[in-house]
C-alpha cells in the first residue's frame, strides 16, 4: 500500500472546524428561531464566524501539500 | 468495441492529480512567468469588468435597461448590505472598492467551473495575496489617517484588561491584527479554489482511471465518479459566490474595526 499519512492527518484536523462550523450554524438557527426579526442582523456575524472557523480546515489543505513534499 | 471509447491510456493518465497542475506552462515559448493561462485570465477577468461596468452606465435612464439593472444591483448589494451594514454610513466612501473587489474575485472564481476554463486563477496564491495586500494596507491607512500612527496602534494592540495582565495580551493582539488577518484573508481564497479545483480533478480523473481499469465490476463505478464530480461542480459554485462575499465582508470588518473608536 502507498500514499501519504498527510491525507489522514487532514481528515483528523478537520474534525475541529467541521464541529465549529456545525456549532454556529446551529446557533443561527437556533437564534432566528426564538427571534425570527433578528435573522438579517446576525447573518453577517455568521458567515463571519464561518469563514474564520472554515480558515482552520482550510490551512490544513495548503500545509498538507506545503510541508508534504 | 473497445476503440469506440476513447480511454486514456493508464500510464500518461495524471491520477492522481498533483500540484503540478497549478503550474500551467506559458502560453507562448519563454515568456514563462508573465504570460501563462492565470495571467490571460486575470486580464480577461479584468477587460470584462470595464467593459461591462462602462457599457452599463453608458446611457443611463430612469427605468434601467437589464445590463444597467444588474450593474446596479451589485453596487447597491455592496453599499447597502455589505459597506452600510458592517461600518455604518460612513462605510459609502469604500462601496466602489467593495464592488470592484466583490466582482473581480466572483468573476476569476467562475472560471473554475466554466467549460473548458476549469481553472481559477485563485487558485494561484499569487493573486489572493495581492488582494490581501491591497486590504490589508487599505485598512491600516484609513485607521492611521483616522486616529494617528500612535492613537491606531494604541486602540488596535491595548485591550481595555488590567495592566498585569498586558505583556500577554499585547504579542496576541499585534499577532492576530497584524499578521493572522493578511495571511486568513489570503490562505482562505486560494485554499478554497485550490481544494474546489482538487476535488474536481480526482473525480473526473478518477472515472477515467476507473473505466481503465482491469476488472468489468470496475469499470461501472467510473460512472458514479462523473456524477460526483457534476454535483460537486454545483457545490463549487455555492463556494465561489460564498468566498467572493466572505473576502469582501472580512474586509469591511477589518476596516470598520480600524475606524471604530472603542476597542
Same mark, same amino acid.
Given at each position: 500500500?502507498?500514499?501519504?499519512?498527510?491525507?489522514?492527518?487532514?481528515?483528523? &484536523?478537520?474534525?475541529?472546524?467541521?464541529?465549529?462550523?456545525?456549532?454556529?450554524?446551529?446557533s $443561527?438557527?437556533?437564534?432566528?428561531?426564538?427571534?425570527?426579526?433578528?435573522?438579517?442582523?446576525?447573518?453577517? =456575524?455568521?458567515?463571519?464566524?464561518?469563514?474564520?472557523v472554515?480558515?482552520?480546515?482550510? =490551512?490544513?489543505?495548503?500545509?498538507?501539500?506545503?510541508?508534504?513534499? | 468495441?473497445?476503440?469506440l471509447?476513447?480511454?486514456? &491510456?493508464?500510464?500518461?493518465?495524471?491520477? #492522481?492529480?498533483?500540484?503540478?497542475?497549478?503550474?500551467?506552462?506559458?502560453?507562448?515559448?519563454?515568456?514563462?512567468?508573465?504570460?501563462?493561462?492565470?495571467?490571460?485570465?486575470?486580464w480577461?477577468?479584468?477587460?470584462?469588468?470595464?467593459?461591462?461596468? *462602462?457599457?452599463? $452606465?453608458?446611457?443611463?435612464?430612469?427605468?434601467?435597461?437589464?445590463g444597467?439593472?444588474?450593474?446596479? !444591483?451589485?453596487y447597491?448589494?455592496?453599499?447597502?448590505?455589505?459597506a452600510?451594514?458592517?461600518?455604518?454610513?460612513?462605510?459609502?466612501?469604500?462601496?466602489?472598492?467593495?464592488?470592484?473587489?466583490f466582482?473581480?474575485?466572483?468573476?476569476?472564481?467562475?472560471?473554475?467551473?466554466?467549460?473548458?476554463?476549469?481553472? !481559477?486563477?485563485?487558485?494561484?496564491?499569487?493573486?489572493?495575496?495581492?488582494?490581501?495586500?491591497?486590504?490589508?494596507?487599505?485598512?491600516? $491607512?484609513?485607521?492611521?489617517?483616522?486616529?494617528g500612527?500612535?492613537?491606531?496602534?494604541? *486602540? !488596535? *494592540?491595548?485591550?481595555? &484588561?488590567?495592566w498585569?495582565?498586558?505583556?500577554?495580551?499585547?504579542?496576541?493582539?499585534?499577532?492576530?491584527?497584524?499578521?493572522?488577518?493578511?495571511?486568513?484573508?489570503?490562505?482562505?481564497? =486560494?485554499?478554497?479554489? =485550490?481544494?474546489?479545483?482538487?476535488?474536481?480533478?480526482?473525480?473526473?480523473?478518477?472515472?477515467?482511471?476507473?473505466?481503465?481499469?482491469?476488472?468489468?465490476?470496475i469499470? #461501472?463505478?467510473?460512472?458514479?465518479s462523473?456524477?460526483?464530480?457534476? &454535483?460537486?461542480?454545483?457545490?463549487?459554485?455555492?463556494?465561489?459566490?460564498?468566498?467572493? $462575499?466572505?473576502?469582501?465582508?472580512?474586509?469591511?470588518?477589518?476596516?470598520?474595526?480600524?475606524?471604530?473608536?472603542?476597542?
Open positions: 500500500m502507498t500514499g501519504s499519512l498527510s491525507a489522514v492527518g487532514y481528515g483528523l &484536523a478537520a474534525i475541529g472546524p467541521g464541529i465549529g462550523v456545525g456549532i454556529i450554524f446551529a $443561527y438557527i437556533q437564534s432566528t428561531a426564538r427571534q425570527p426579526e433578528s435573522g438579517r442582523i446576525t447573518l453577517p =456575524f455568521v458567515w463571519i464566524g464561518f469563514a474564520v472554515e480558515a482552520l480546515a482550510l =490551512f490544513g489543505i495548503a500545509f498538507g501539500f506545503v510541508f508534504g513534499a | 468495441m473497445h476503440s471509447v476513447i480511454v486514456p &491510456a493508464r500510464d500518461d493518465l495524471p491520477f #492522481p492529480p498533483t500540484v503540478e497542475e497549478f503550474f500551467p506552462p506559458a502560453l507562448v515559448d519563454g515568456t514563462y512567468p508573465w504570460l501563462t493561462k492565470f495571467t490571460l485570465l486575470v480577461i477577468a479584468v477587460g470584462l469588468l470595464i467593459v461591462f461596468f *462602462l457599457v452599463a $452606465y453608458r446611457n443611463p435612464k430612469m427605468v434601467p435597461s437589464r444597467q439593472w444588474m450593474a446596479e !444591483s451589485i447597491g448589494f455592496s453599499r447597502e448590505n455589505i452600510k451594514e458592517m461600518i455604518g454610513h460612513e462605510g459609502v466612501k469604500f462601496a466602489p472598492y467593495f464592488t470592484t473587489l466582482c473581480f474575485i466572483l468573476l476569476t472564481n467562475l472560471f473554475s467551473i466554466i467549460p473548458g476554463i476549469q481553472i !481559477s486563477p485563485s487558485a494561484h496564491i499569487a493573486i489572493p495575496v495581492m488582494l490581501a495586500v491591497i486590504s490589508y494596507v487599505m485598512f491600516n $491607512y484609513v485607521g492611521i489617517r483616522r486616529h500612527f500612535g492613537k491606531y496602534m494604541k *486602540l !488596535s *494592540l491595548v485591550p481595555p &484588561a488590567p498585569f495582565i498586558q505583556p500577554i495580551l499585547i504579542p496576541i493582539e499585534f499577532f492576530s491584527t497584524f499578521i493572522v488577518r493578511p495571511v486568513t484573508l489570503s490562505v482562505r481564497l =486560494f485554499a478554497n479554489m =485550490f481544494a474546489g479545483h482538487m476535488i474536481l480533478l480526482v473525480f473526473s480523473l478518477g472515472g477515467f482511471a476507473l473505466l481503465g481499469a482491469n476488472s468489468w465490476f469499470k #461501472p463505478i467510473s460512472l458514479l462523473w456524477a460526483l464530480a457534476i &454535483a460537486l461542480t454545483f457545490l463549487e459554485a455555492l463556494v465561489i459566490v460564498l468566498q467572493a $462575499y466572505v473576502f469582501v465582508v472580512l474586509t469591511s470588518s477589518y476596516v470598520s474595526g480600524a475606524l471604530a473608536e472603542e476597542h
